[in-house]
């Protein structure tokens, strides 16, 4: 494993333990070059489609790109990384599961839509502002009216 922060490759595993009921084994590592530590997640590696994006590129299911447009959504608002991780996590079962061998990035982006929109209203619209590509601020103010609608019939 490469050092994070010296890029030496040579390392001591210093303590391992199983972390999401035991679907990830986390490894604390410590770098025989410069002595810091870090942290490396292990996980089965599950087939995955691939991802059809709208102009019919193909492209690897790739969990990191959920976690990065999860976390630009979650900026600044009350929301762990443990909880975004688990986000992540409940997505990529649900593609997973679908058992497909290819998947369009719209169903994904709606998966994530879906929850962010449970999870938080302002990372709700901050998602859907991009992933809908609201061309002027009347799309936007529809989306907010719809959500003002929603949270009154509860």
């Known amino acids: 494993m490469k050092c994070p922060f010296c890029d030496e490759i040579e ?3 210093v ?11 986390r490894r604390r590592r410590e770098c025989l070059a410069c002595k810091r ?3 490396t997640y292990e996980r089965v590696e599950e087939s995955l489609p691939v991802v059809v994006k709208k102009d019919g590129r193909r492209e690897s299911f790739d969990r990191v790109k959920i976690l990065s447009g999860l ?3 979650c900026e600044k608002r009350p929301i762990s990384v443990a909880t975004i ?6 997505i990529e079962k649900r593609v997973q599961e679908m058992g497909e061998t290819e998947i369009q990035s ?5 998966e994530v839509m879906r929850e ?4 938080d209203q302002v990372a709700y619209v901050r998602f859907a502002s991009v992933y809908r590509e609201f061309k002027d601020i009347d799309q936007f103010m529809d989306e907010l009216k719809a959500l003002a609608r ?5």
């Open 11 to 13: 390392d001591k595993v």
């Open 15 to 25: 303590d391992s333990r199983m972390a999401k009921e035991g679907e990830v084994i």
């Open 37 to 39: 530590r870090y942290t």
């Open 71 to 73: 976390k630009k959504a």
């Open 85 to 90: 991780e688990a986000v992540a996590d409940r």
């Open 106 to 110: 719209r169903t994904i982006g709606e």
């Open 116 to 119: 962010l929109h449970q999870l």
């Open 150 to 154: 929603e949270r009154q019939e509860k």
